[in-house]
């Protein structure tokens, strides 16, 4: 996996549907018919670039591997895509 720009992660998440909160760091919280799910990231404000390591605890924070992490971000994983993944390890249940 290569490194991501920190805005990249935050703008690449925003548009399948995550929430901003900020705070001492950017909080991205999925939203869920429109309400905050328990399904969260955080993202420094110190950070600008991410290598694997803290993408892989995004991935994990995410509930995702780091291959259907690259694939939220750059857009073949589509969020009802992610949503039936969710559902489907039962961590979300609408």
Known sequence: MATRKAREIKEGLTKKGFITVQGDHTFLF???????????????????????????????????????????????LKYEDYLSILKTKKILVV
């Open 30 to 76: 999925l939203s869920v018919e429109g309400r905050k799910s328990s399904i969260r990231t955080k993202i420094s404000h110190g950070i600008k670039e991410y290598g694997d390591n803290l993408l892989s605890c995004v991935a994990r924070e995410l509930h995702l591997s780091t291959k259907q992490l690259d694939d939220l971000l750059d857009c073949p």
